[in-house]
Each structure stands twice: as structure tokens, then as C-alpha cells.
């Protein structure tokens, strides 16, 4: 591969595509841990929940021989351990940490039991028949040359997280229910006094958040990868609590850092095929967001300056 | 009385010996019916079951353990090397002819016992930095030597007309970081492709897990037109066949028999790996229990198998024969035979000089 062809490769419908494809699980756990800081309860066992689902979608699918039930399993266990750090910081009285804590640990050693299990390795669950969830191509959209490309032919999930991320942003900026759920998270004391049903928001935010993790452990396992493979989620649900630590809660600050961070990881996936230290290349995706990071505040600050 | 009291005493004690001396020797009649010694060996690993490093070493103890006269136990420690000296020390108080333990990470507690233990015979099945001690014998697999075979391969099938091999005379590797350990893999696999006129595209995702991300850059390389793809980054090489199987192009496995791995539960992945590349760590463990048992235990022995001992080398199961077509295996073994005569020299990173090796690495990555 010469550098000409390297540089064309970055401005090609393929790349965008494969951006799109590298962004999806980043965008589910950026939301996983904004929904549930929304409301102030936080939720650090992304990365746990992505990986329990990613098990639980193969064993599922390969139980019931149905990826559509593999897909469903994988989301009640996502949206059961949300439930449980919800159930054990608001009645029990554990701080939210300790239990995201205790779940990410258990979840890497977990999955191992469960695979060794069911398997026999304790690797990867390469000897389950399991079921992936299909690619879809739309209709029309597809023959349209250049967008066609890139828009068309991903995977289901895929596009159920571009409706998830717009139903999201309306019902954050358009209903009451989304501004009741900000106001919790800014002031708990206040949102109650003018009638807020603070339980209440705070149950949604974390059943959002275990919903998004769990679609995105599926993602991984169910088309994107078709077997689970040890601690595969490898750091992305971490990325989602920086992403989120980055944009606070600025919904669409949210999207366009996880966006940064994946288009870095796309280069870097190609960067890293050449003669160059791959410890180095590997902190691009990295020094983008941090660029970015820095480029927001200085623009941010003039902003107020000017004010 | 006094006298009386001491006697008493005195042959209490002596019966006492006596009879813990008798129940001790009861305890170590280790003979057949037939009046064979049986030897007692214990295998000490953190684990089993990763179907891959530790499996190989599982493979080696049950083949000596099918031996009429050989008994192996295996001691599975755990990853937490803290608990590590216990074992060992509980192991040797055991009484058992010879301990196998060892590899790059658990080697320094075997080492340990080995000192403290000058008795106790102890095999150390892949040693990464060997120490001499007269009460053990350690080998090693020739990496470099297994990079070679699989380099030889991937050049020959790029090269072929084989039905997914391309035009383009391109080939890849996943490794799974970039250190030497690793590097050792692809030395040989880079000297086979320069001296072939290949070019590689090696990726290191600098991970063994993330899976996607193997996925990502093995689909990469594929689009710069890389049709044979060996993987050598455990648990995330099942991206490489993942993309593979995606591309149509062909894969490598490593470790173990890949193909046998995929081909009930998925027979797509399996469908594009043509053979992997392995070290018979059971050729190691079968030479120390037949020295063993042939009373000539080489202690202080230090040995590195390679192709000419056949410690490295591809499997040829059914798909292999049936998909790759004769030519292209013969070429292979001709190449191999020309290792085994000495004469060619297979370069090894961890021996070799860092300088060479860059030489070699940037020459097999320019485009041809």
C-alpha cells in the first residue's frame, strides 16, 4: 500500500462506512453513562454491562436457536444489572461507585464461569452455534451512489441506535419528562419540591442506561463479532464514562466526542498496518479528544469572554 | 523406677519410628503389579481449558499419562503468582519424580523450588529466560523457526492460483503486541517473504482481547490486497477470521488445530483457515518422561526444538490436503528440508540483532 492510495482511503465512502461501524458501540456506552449521570445516580459498570451482554446474546441465541430471543435476553441482562446498582444505591443505601465497581469485576470474571460452562474454554465461545442478528440494506437509499455506501448495508443494531439517539435527543430537549430527569440530576432537593417524582426518573435513567449497554454488548457479539472472545468489550464502555465526564450534560457534545474518538480509531485501525511504533499510533484516537477537548474550552471561554 | 521409666520410654519411641518408618515406606511403593516403578509426575499450570497455550501443555500430560507406567497430576494453580511458591513447595514435599512446570511467567518459582529442592527432578516445558540448575532440563519452541513455516506457506498461497488467492503478491499478520517475544513470531515470516518477493502488512492491535479491532485492521489489509492472513494474537485473532470470512480470503490459525476449533459450531470461520501453525509442546514433555523413565534425565540440560526436531510445524488435517493443492505443499516441504539440512539460517529477533531485524521488518513492509 503506497501513501497515495493511503491518503485516497481516508476520503472514500468505505472509510465512513467503517466509522459508522467502529462508532456504534462507543455511541451506546457514551449514552449508557449519560443516561444514568443524568438523573445523578452514574453508572461506572458499563463496561461490565456491555460484556455480561455480549455473553448473554451468544449463550441466548445459541438456548433458543433465535437471535431475536438471544437479542432479548441479552437486554433483560443488561437492564437487570442497571436495576440492581439502582436497587442497591436507592433502597439499600451502597454508593452507586462501589456497586459499578463490584459489577465490572464480577462481569470479567463471570462471563469467564459462564463460558467455561457452557464451553469448556475459558477463550472464546468459538464452539457455540450462536445466531447474529442480520445486515439490512435500504431500500432506494442503497442505489444512491456515494450515500448509498456509506448509510446502507450495516448492521440492524446499527440503525436502531440512530432512532435511539433521536428519540433521546427529543425526549431530552422537547418533553417535560426529559427536563424533569436533567433537573433531578442538578438538584435533587429542588426537583422534588416543585413535585418531581425523583424515584421514578431515577428508575427510567438507569432502565435507559442498562438498555443502551446491553444493545451494544449485543452489537459486539451479534453481527459486528459473531462469537464472544474474553473481555472483548476491551475498554469501550470506559470510553463512554470519559465521553460522557468530557460533554457533562450536553447531549450533543456527547455524540460529537464519541464521533472524534471514532473516526481517531478508524485512522488509527489504518495507521496502524504501516512501519510506525504502534504504541504511538495507538494514542491517536486519545490525543484527538484531547485536541478537541481543548479546542471546545478555548472557543468556550472567548465565548464568555465576549459576553 | 526411674530407670524403668526411661526404658519404657526409650522403646516406645523406637516403635513409634518403627512404625511411621514402615507406614512411610508403605506410602511409597510406587510399583505395578508387575513390579514396575511407576512414575509419579505432576504438572503444575495456572489453568487449562484457555483452549489454546495451556491446552498444548495439557495435550503433552495426557499423552505420558496413557504410559503403563507414568501417573501425572495436574495442579491447576491459578493466574495469582503470590500462591505460586506454596504450591511449588507443597508439590516437591510430595514426592513425586518429576515436576513440570514452567513458561515465561511461572518459570522463576520453578527455579525457586529447583533451588531449594536439589533433589526433586523439575521440567520446565518453555522456558523464557533459562537458568542452569542440575536438577533441570527446560526447552524452548523456536518461534522464529514457527514463523518461518508459516511464512513459507502464506508466500507459497499468495503466489499460487489457488481460488481466493489475488493477484496482488501481498500477505498479513496480526500480531497481538509489539515486543520482541512477539516480533520472534514474524522474523522468519518477514526473511521467507523478502526472499520471495512478498510484501507483508503486519498489524499489532496491541491487544489479545478487542476483537472488532483485529477485525477493523484485518479488513484493511485485505482492501491493500492481503489474501493469506496468520494471526497470532490469541483471544483477538478471532477477528482475523471473522474479516476472512467476511472477504473470502484465507486465514491462519495458531496454537491448536483452528480449523477442527470452528468447524462444528462455525463452519464459515473454518471454511477460510487453511492450517495453523503450532509448537508440539507434547514432543518436549514425551522427550523428558522417556529420558526419565530410561534413567538418563538430562539435568542442567537447556534445548531449543525447532523444524528439525520437528518441535514446530503446520497441521495437515483432511481440509489442508483437500485445499491446498500439491505443488503448493510440496514447494513448503522442499523449503523445510533446506532448514532441516542447514542450509538456511532462519533469523530469530531474540537472538539476532535489532538493527538486522529492522532491516529485514521495513524491507518486508515496502511495496513491491
Known amino acids: ?57 451468544v449463550l441466548g441465541s445459541y438456548w433458543t436457536q433465535s437471535a431475536a430471543l438471544g437479542l432479548l435476553i441479552a437486554l433483560a441482562t443488561g437492564i437487570g444489572m442497571a436495576l440492581m446498582i439502582y436497587m442497591f444505591s436507592m433502597s439499600l443505601g451502597a ?12 462481569a470479567s470474571s463471570f462471563t469467564v464461569f459462564l463460558l467455561y460452562q457452557f464451553t469448556n474454554s475459558k477463550g472464546s465461545s468459538g464452539t457455540l452455534p450462536s445466531k447474529v442478528l442480520p445486515t439490512v440494506d435500504i431500500p432506494l437509499i442503497k442505489d444512491i451512489p456515494f450515500l448509498g455506501e456509506i448509510v446502507s448495508g450495516h448492521y440492524l443494531l446499527t440503525y436502531v441506535t440512530v432512532i435511539l439517539l433521536i428519540l433521546f435527543y427529543i425526549m431530552l430537549y422537547k418533553t417535560p419528562m426529559g427536563m424533569q430527569m436533567k433537573a433531578c440530576g442538578l438538584n435533587e432537593q429542588a426537583a422534588r419540591s416543585v413535585g418531581i417524582n425523583v424515584t421514578k426518573m431515577k428508575l427510567l435513567s438507569m432502565l435507559f442506561s442498562g438498555l443502551t449497554a446491553a444493545i451494544g454488548g449485543a452489537y459486539m457479539t451479534m453481527g459486528y463479532a459473531s462469537i464472544f472472545s474474553k473481555d472483548m468489550v476491551a475498554g469501550r464502555g470506559w470510553i463512554g464514562i470519559a465521553a460522557q465526564g468530557i460533554a457533562g450534560i450536553n447531549y450533543v457534545a456527547l455524540l460529537v466526542v464519541t464521533m472524534i474518538f471514532s473516526v481517531f480509531q478508524a485512522i488509527t485501525n489504518v495507521f496502524l498496518l504501516y512501519d510506525l511504533p504502534s504504541e504511538l499510533i495507538n494514542t491517536i484516537p486519545y490525543v484527538g479528544v484531547l485536541l478537541g477537548v481543548i479546542f471546545y474550552s478555548v472557543a468556550a471561554t472567548k465565548k464568555h469572554r465576549q459576553v | 523406677m526411674k530407670k524403668m521409666m526411661k526404658k519404657t520410654v526409650t522403646v516406645l519411641l523406637a516403635v513409634m519410628m518403627l512404625t ?30 484457555d483452549q489454546s497455550y ?36 507443597d508439590v516437591c514435599e ?3 519424580d518429576l515436576i513440570v512446570s514452567g513458561n515465561d511467567t511461572y518459570e522463576y518459582y520453578l527455579y525457586e523450588a529447583a533451588e531449594n529442592y536439589p533433589d526433586q527432578l523439575f ?13 533441570v532440563y527446560a526447552v524452548k519452541y523456536n518461534t522464529a523457526e514457527l514463523g518461518y513455516v508459516a511464512g513459507l506457506l502464506s508466500c507459497a498461497v499468495t503466489t499460487s492460483d489457488m481460488e481466493k488467492a489475488n493477484d496482488d503478491k501481498v500477505i498479513g499478520v496480526i500480531v497481538g503486541m509489539e515486543n520482541d517475544a512477539m516480533d520472534d513470531f514474524i522474523g522468519g515470516y518477514c526473511q521467507v517473504a523478502n526472499s520471495m518477493g512478498v510484501q507483508v502488512i503486519i498489524g499489532y492491535p496491541e491487544s489479545w482481547t478487542d476483537v472488532a479491532k483485529a477485525k477493523e485492521m484485518t479488513l484493511n489489509m485485505i482492501n491493500s490486497g492481503a489474501d493469506v492472513i496468520w494471526q497470532v494474537a490469541g483471544g483477538a485473532g478471532n477477528g482475523v477470521f471473522e474479516a476472512c470470512a467476511e472477504e473470502n480470503v484465507y486465514a491462519l490459525g495458531v496454537d491448536q488445530d483452528q480449523y477442527e476449533q470452528f468447524i462444528e459450531s462455525k463452519p464459515e470461520y473454518a471454511n477460510v483457515i487453511l492450517t495453523s501453525f503450532v509448537k508440539n509442546a507434547q514432543i518436549g514433555i514425551q522427550t523428558a518422561v522417556d529420558k526419565l523413565i530410561a534413567g538418563e534425565y538430562p539435568g542442567g540440560v537447556i534445548e531449543n526444538f525447532g523444524i528439525a526436531q520437528d518441535g514446530v510445524g503446520l497441521i495437515e488435517n483432511d481440509y489442508y490436503l483437500e485445499t491446498v493443492p500439491e505443488d503448493v505443499r510440496n514447494q513448503v516441504e522442499e523449503a523445510l528440508e533446506e532448514v532441516k539440512n542447514g542450509n538456511v539460517e532462519v533469523f530469530s529477533v531474540l537472538n539476532g540483532d535489532s538493527a538486522e531485524w529492522q532491516k529485514i521488518k521495513s524491507e518486508a513492509q515496502e511495496a513491491k
Open chain 2, 20 to 49: 511411621i518408618g514402615v507406614i512411610g515406606c508403605g506410602s511409597d511403593t510406587d510399583e505395578s503389579a508387575e513390579g514396575e516403578k511407576i512414575y509419579k509426575i505432576a504438572f503444575v499450570v495456572p489453568y487449562i481449558g
Open chain 1, 1 to 57: 500500500m503506497s501513501w497515495a492510495d493511503f491518503v485516497n482511503s481516508f476520503f472514500s465512502a468505505n472509510f465512513l462506512y467503517v466509522v459508522i461501524r467502529v462508532s456504534v458501540p462507543l455511541l451506546l456506552a457514551s449514552l449508557s453513562a449519560y443516561m444514568a449521570s443524568l438523573t445523578g445516580v452514574g453508572n461506572i459498570a458499563v463496561e461490565g454491562i456491555m460484556l455480561m451482554s455480549c455473553l448473554m446474546a
Open chain 2, 94 to 96: 510430595s514426592g513425586y
Open chain 2, 123 to 135: 521440567f520446565n516445558f518453555e522456558f523464557g529466560t533459562a537458568q542452569e540448575y542440575d536438577n
Open chain 1, 95 to 106: 454508593q452507586p461507585l462501589l456497586v459499578g465497581i463490584a459489577l465490572n469485576t464480577f
Open chain 2, 54 to 89: 495451556w491446552d498444548l501443555v495439557d495435550r503433552g500430560r495426557q499423552i505420558v499419562d496413557a504410559y503403563d507406567n507414568v501417573e501425572t497430576t495436574l495442579i491447576e494453580a491459578g493466574e495469582d503468582t503470590s500462591k505460586w511458591t506454596s504450591v511449588m513447595t
